[in-house]
C-alpha cells in the first residue's frame, strides 16, 4: 500500500508541476492559441479515453456508445449556462451526473447481453440519443446548439482532466476494480466468487458516463457550437481507437492512445479522409500484429495486471504529459 | 385498408434489401461469430461496381435486361472476391484472438472501405442510372400502385434466397457450412476444409450485399461511399430480429424491419425512422436474445 501511495503522490506533483510549466508557457505567449486548443483537445480525449478505457478495458464490457454519454453532457451543460447562467463548472458537474445517470438507465437493461450484442446495443443507444437531440426543438434539432460561451481554460480542463484519471485509477486499484476485472476476465466465475456483478458493471458503466459528460461539455464550452451530427458513431470510434492504440485495460494505454492520435488529428487536419483512412489502418495492423496495443503488453492477466498498476508512478506522470 | 397494403408494399420492397444484406451477416455470424460490420461497406462496393458496369455496358448498347443481368453477376463476383479477401486479410490472422480484437478489426475494415471509397471517389452521391425504365401498375381499381422496381426487387431477392436454400441444404459445400457452424472442430476432424468452407461463406455473403447494393441504386438512384453504414447496420437488426444465424430468420427480419420503418414514416415521424430500428434491435435483445427463429444456446462454463 505505501508504494501505491509513494508512486501515488509522485505522480500528483509531477503533474502539478507540468500544469505551471504550461501555464507560464501559455501566459507568457510562448504557446499560442493553436497550441493551446490542442492542449485542451488531448486534455478532453484522454478523459474520454480514460473513463471509455473503464468500461471496455477493466471491467470488459464493449462499449461503443461513448459519444452519447458525451452529448448528454455537452447539451446539459451548454443549457444550463445559455439559458439558466449557471456557473460553468456547476454546469460541468451536473452535466456529468446526468450522463451518468443515463449510465445507469442503460447499464441497468444491457447487462444481459455480452461481447458483440453489447457492443451492438450499446451503438444502438448512442444513435437512440443522437436521434432524439435531432427530433427536439429545444436544443435546436438539427442545427444544435451555438454561441455557447468559451469559458474552457488551460485551468479547468487540466483539473478535470487529473480528477479524471486519479478517480479512475484509484477506483480501478480499489477492491471494486478488481471486482470489475474480475467481470472481465470471467464473467461466471467472478459471480460464483461471490461478486454482485450487475452492480459492478452498473458502477463502471455510470462511472465512465460520468467523465464521459464532463469531458463533452468541456468541449462544448471551448468550441462554441454543437450539434447531433458530432456525436455520431465516428466519434464512439475515435476514442475506442485511442483506447485500443493504447491497450485495452491500461490507464496509462489510454492516455498514451489520446496524445498520440489528437496529435496525428491535428498534423492531419487539412486531409480528412486520409486521416480516417489512417486510423483504420492503424486499427487493423494494430489488431493483427500487436492486439494488446502500445503499452498494453503487461496483457490481460490479472496478477500481471495488478503489478503494473500497483508499481507505475508512469500511469501519473505519463497522464499529467496531457 | 387500402393505404395499409400500399404501406405494406413499400414496406416489403425495403425490406427486401435489408433481407438481402442481413443473409451475409448471419451466415458469416453464424460461422465464426463474428459481426462483420464490414458488410455493409461491401453493400456499397457492390452498388458502385453495379453502377459503373451497367454505364459501360448501356453505353456499349446492350438490351437494358441485360445490362442489368450482366451488371448484377459482375458486381456480385467482384463483390464475393473482395468478401473473400478481407476474410482473408483481415480476420484469418484473428481466428483464434479474442472476439473483441476481432470486433475491433471488423469496425476497421469497415472504416477502411468507407474512407478509401471517399477518397477515391470523392464524397458526393452519384446518380445511378436508371437501367430499366419504370412502370406504374395499377391494382384493385386504381387505388394500390405497385412500380415494376419493386416487383424486380422482391423477384430478386426471392430467387437468390432460393438459390441460397438450395446451396445451404443440398450443395456439399453447403453441408460444409452448416457442419462448420454448428462445431468447427469437429468438422475439422472429420475432414472437412474450414477455411475454405468460411471463405465460401465470406464469398456468397458478400456476393448477396452486392446484390442489394445493385437493387438499392436502381431504387433510390442515388450512390455514396457512406451508403453503407445505415443500411447495414438495419441490415444487422434485421438479423438479430429473425434470429442470428437463421437463414428464413433473416428474411422475415429483414421484411418485418422493413414493413416497421415504413409504417413509422407514413405516420409522419419519419426523423425518428432510424432511432425506431434501434429500439427495436435493444427490445429484441433484452426480451428476446435469440431472435424469433433462433435457437437458445447456453454459454459452456
Same mark, same amino acid.
Given at each position: 500500500?505505501?508504494?501505491?501511495?509513494?508512486?501515488?503522490?509522485?505522480?500528483?506533483?509531477?503533474?502539478? %508541476?507540468?500544469?505551471?510549466?504550461?501555464?507560464?508557457?501559455?501566459?507568457?505567449?510562448?504557446?499560442?492559441?493553436?497550441?493551446?486548443?490542442?492542449?485542451?483537445?488531448?486534455?478532453?480525449?484522454?478523459?474520454?479515453?480514460?473513463?471509455?478505457?473503464?468500461?471496455?478495458?477493466?471491467?470488459?464490457?464493449?462499449?461503443?456508445g !461513448?459519444?452519447? =454519454?458525451?452529448?448528454?453532457?455537452?447539451?446539459?451543460?451548454?443549457?444550463?449556462?445559455?439559458?439558466?447562467?449557471?456557473?460553468?463548472v456547476?454546469?460541468?458537474?451536473?452535466?456529468?451526473l446526468?450522463?451518468?445517470?443515463?449510465?445507469?438507465?442503460?447499464?441497468?437493461?444491457?447487462?444481459?447481453?455480452?461481447?458483440?450484442?453489447?457492443?451492438? *446495443?450499446?451503438?444502438? =443507444?448512442?444513435?437512440?440519443?443522437?436521434? %432524439?437531440?435531432?427530433?427536439?426543438?429545444? #436544443?435546436?434539432? *438539427?442545427?444544435?446548439?451555438?454561441?455557447?460561451?468559451?469559458?474552457?481554460?488551460?485551468?479547468?480542463?487540466?483539473?478535470?482532466?487529473? #480528477?479524471?484519471?486519479?478517480?479512475?485509477?484509484?477506483?480501478?486499484?480499489?477492491? !471494486?476494480?478488481?471486482?470489475?476485472?474480475?467481470?472481465?476476465?470471467?464473467?461466471? *466465475?467472478?459471480?460464483?466468487?461471490?461478486?454482485?456483478?450487475?452492480?459492478?458493471?452498473?458502477?463502471?458503466?455510470?462511472?465512465?458516463?460520468?467523465?464521459?459528460?464532463?469531458?463533452?461539455?468541456?468541449?462544448? !464550452?471551448?468550441?462554441?457550437?454543437?450539434?447531433p451530427?458530432?456525436?455520431?458513431?465516428?466519434?464512439?470510434?475515435?476514442?475506442?481507437?485511442?483506447? #485500443?492504440?493504447?491497450?485495452?485495460?491500461?490507464?496509462?494505454?489510454?492516455?498514451?492512445?489520446?496524445?498520440?492520435?489528437?496529435?496525428?488529428?491535428?498534423?492531419?487536419?487539412?486531409?480528412?479522409?486520409l486521416?480516417?483512412?489512417?486510423?483504420?489502418?492503424?486499427?487493423?495492423?494494430?489488431?493483427?500484429?500487436?492486439?494488446k496495443?502500445?503499452?498494453?503488453?503487461?496483457?490481460?492477466?490479472?496478477?500481471?495486471?495488478?503489478?503494473?498498476? %500497483?508499481?507505475?508512478?508512469?500511469?501519473?506522470?505519463?497522464?499529467?504529459?496531457? | 385498408?387500402?393505404?395499409?397494403?400500399?404501406?405494406?408494399?413499400?414496406?416489403?420492397?425495403v425490406?427486401?434489401?435489408?433481407?438481402?444484406?442481413?443473409?451475409?451477416?448471419?451466415?458469416?455470424?453464424?460461422?465464426?461469430? &463474428?459481426?462483420?460490420?464490414?458488410?455493409?461497406?461491401?453493400?456499397?462496393?457492390?452498388?458502385?461496381?453495379?453502377?459503373?458496369?451497367?454505364?459501360?455496358?448501356?453505353?456499349?448498347?446492350?438490351?437494358?435486361?441485360?445490362?442489368?443481368?450482366?451488371?448484377?453477376?459482375?458486381?456480385?463476383?467482384?463483390?464475393?472476391?473482395?468478401?473473400?479477401?478481407?476474410?482473408?486479410?483481415?480476420?484469418?490472422?484473428?481466428?483464434?484472438?479474442?472476439?473483441i480484437?476481432?470486433?475491433?478489426?471488423?469496425?476497421?475494415?469497415?472504416?477502411?472501405?468507407?474512407?478509401?471509397?471517399?477518397?477515391v471517389?470523392?464524397?458526393?452521391?452519384?446518380?445511378?442510372?436508371?437501367?430499366?425504365?419504370k412502370?406504374?401498375?395499377?391494382?384493385?381499381?386504381?387505388?394500390?400502385?405497385?412500380?415494376?422496381?419493386?416487383?424486380?426487387?422482391?423477384?430478386?431477392?426471392?430467387?437468390?434466397?432460393?438459390? &441460397?436454400?438450395?446451396?445451404?441444404?443440398?450443395?456439399?459445400?453447403?453441408k460444409?457450412?452448416?457442419?462448420?457452424?454448428f462445431?468447427?472442430?469437429?468438422?475439422?476432424?472429420?475432414?472437412?476444409?474450414?477455411?475454405?468452407?468460411?471463405?465460401?461463406?465470406?464469398?456468397?455473403?458478400?456476393?448477396?450485399?452486392?446484390?442489394?447494393?445493385?437493387?438499392?441504386?436502381?431504387?433510390?438512384n442515388?450512390?455514396?461511399?457512406?451508403?453503407?453504414?445505415?443500411?447495414?447496420?438495419?441490415?444487422?437488426?434485421?438479423?438479430? &430480429?429473425?434470429g442470428?444465424?437463421?437463414?428464413?430468420?433473416?428474411?422475415?427480419?429483414?421484411?418485418?424491419?422493413?414493413?416497421?420503418?415504413?409504417?413509422?414514416?407514413?405516420?409522419g415521424?419519419?426523423?425518428?425512422r432510424?432511432?425506431?430500428?434501434?429500439?427495436?434491435?435493444?427490445?429484441?435483445?433484452?426480451?428476446?436474445?435469440?431472435?424469433?427463429?433462433?435457437?437458445?444456446?447456453?454459454?459452456k462454463?
Amino acid at each position: 500500500m505505501k508504494k501505491i501511495n509513494k508512486s501515488f503522490w509522485i505522480g500528483i506533483v509531477f503533474s502539478i %508541476v507540468l500544469y505551471i510549466v504550461i501555464k507560464v508557457l501559455l501566459t507568457t505567449g510562448i504557446f499560442d492559441d493553436v497550441m493551446e486548443s490542442t492542449l485542451i483537445l488531448i486534455c478532453i480525449n484522454v478523459m474520454l479515453a480514460v473513463s471509455l478505457n473503464l468500461i471496455n478495458g477493466i471491467t470488459g464490457q464493449f462499449s461503443i456508445g !461513448h459519444a452519447g =454519454f458525451m452529448s448528454i453532457g455537452a447539451y446539459v451543460s451548454s443549457i444550463l449556462t445559455l439559458n439558466f447562467d449557471m456557473p460553468f463548472v456547476l454546469a460541468l458537474v451536473i452535466s456529468g451526473l446526468v450522463a451518468a445517470f443515463f449510465g445507469v438507465l442503460i447499464g441497468i437493461p444491457t447487462l444481459r447481453l455480452n461481447g458483440d450484442y453489447l457492443a451492438i *446495443a450499446t451503438l444502438g =443507444f448512442g444513435e437512440i440519443i443522437r436521434i %432524439v437531440l435531432l427530433n427536439t426543438e429545444y #436544443v435546436g434539432g *438539427a442545427s444544435g446548439l451555438s454561441g455557447i460561451p468559451n469559458q474552457t481554460t488551460w485551468t479547468i480542463m487540466f483539473l478535470f482532466t487529473l #480528477v479524471t484519471i486519479v478517480v479512475i485509477n484509484n477506483f480501478i486499484s480499489s477492491t !471494486h476494480g478488481r471486482a470489475c476485472i474480475a467481470i472481465r476476465e470471467n464473467e461466471i *466465475a467472478a459471480e460464483a466468487m461471490g461478486i454482485n456483478t450487475t452492480l459492478y458493471k452498473v458502477i463502471a458503466f455510470s462511472l465512465g458516463a460520468l467523465f464521459a459528460g464532463i469531458a463533452g461539455g468541456v468541449s462544448a !464550452h471551448k468550441f462554441y457550437v454543437i450539434n447531433p451530427g458530432s456525436f455520431n458513431f465516428l466519434k464512439s470510434f475515435e476514442i475506442l481507437v485511442m483506447v #485500443v492504440l493504447g491497450g485495452l485495460g491500461s490507464t496509462s494505454g489510454a492516455i498514451v492512445g489520446a496524445i498520440v492520435l489528437t496529435v496525428l488529428f491535428t498534423v492531419l487536419q487539412e486531409y480528412p479522409e486520409l486521416r480516417m483512412i489512417i486510423y483504420s489502418a492503424i486499427l487493423i495492423l494494430m489488431m493483427i500484429f500487436r492486439p494488446k496495443g502500445l503499452l498494453g503488453s503487461t496483457g490481460f492477466s490479472f496478477l500481471k495486471f495488478s503489478k503494473k498498476e %500497483v508499481k507505475p508512478s508512469d500511469s501519473i506522470n505519463s497522464g499529467s504529459t496531457s | 385498408m387500402e393505404y395499409f397494403i400500399q404501406q405494406l408494399i413499400n414496406g416489403i420492397s425495403v425490406g427486401s434489401i435489408y433481407a438481402l444484406i442481413a443473409l451475409g451477416y448471419t451466415m458469416v455470424y453464424g460461422i465464426i461469430k &463474428l459481426i462483420n460490420f464490414a458488410h455493409g461497406d461491401v453493400f456499397m462496393v457492390g452498388s458502385f461496381i453495379g453502377l459503373f458496369s451497367a454505364r459501360y455496358l448501356a453505353s456499349a448498347g446492350l438490351p437494358p435486361i441485360l445490362v442489368l443481368l450482366i451488371s448484377l453477376v459482375i458486381s456480385m463476383t467482384i463483390s464475393a472476391l473482395l468478401g473473400m479477401s478481407i476474410e482473408r486479410l483481415a480476420y484469418k490472422p484473428l481466428r483464434k484472438a479474442s472476439r473483441i480484437a476481432v470486433l475491433i478489426t471488423a469496425i476497421g475494415v469497415s472504416f477502411f472501405l468507407e474512407y478509401s471509397g471517399v477518397f477515391v471517389l470523392g464524397p458526393q452521391a452519384k446518380g445511378f442510372p436508371e437501367i430499366l425504365n419504370k412502370q406504374q401498375y395499377n391494382l384493385f381499381g386504381s387505388s394500390i400502385q405497385v412500380d415494376s422496381n419493386q416487383i424486380m426487387i422482391l423477384g430478386t431477392t426471392v430467387i437468390l434466397m432460393i438459390i &441460397l436454400q438450395y446451396i445451404v441444404h443440398r450443395t456439399k459445400i453447403g453441408k460444409a457450412m452448416r457442419a462448420v457452424s454448428f462445431d468447427m472442430e469437429a468438422a475439422r476432424l472429420m475432414g472437412i476444409n474450414v477455411d475454405r468452407t468460411i471463405s465460401a461463406t465470406f464469398a456468397i455473403g458478400s456476393a448477396l450485399a452486392a446484390a442489394a447494393g445493385v437493387i438499392f441504386g436502381m431504387t433510390y438512384n442515388s450512390v455514396d461511399p457512406m451508403m453503407g453504414v445505415l443500411p447495414g447496420l438495419k441490415a444487422f437488426v434485421a438479423a438479430v &430480429l429473425g434470429g442470428i444465424g437463421s437463414i428464413p430468420g433473416a428474411l422475415v427480419g429483414g421484411l418485418l424491419l422493413g414493413t416497421v420503418e415504413t409504417g413509422v414514416s407514413s405516420l409522419g415521424y419519419s426523423s425518428w425512422r432510424d432511432g425506431v430500428a434501434f429500439a427495436v434491435l435493444i427490445l429484441i435483445l433484452i426480451f428476446k436474445p435469440s431472435g424469433l427463429f433462433g435457437k437458445n444456446v447456453r454459454e459452456k462454463v
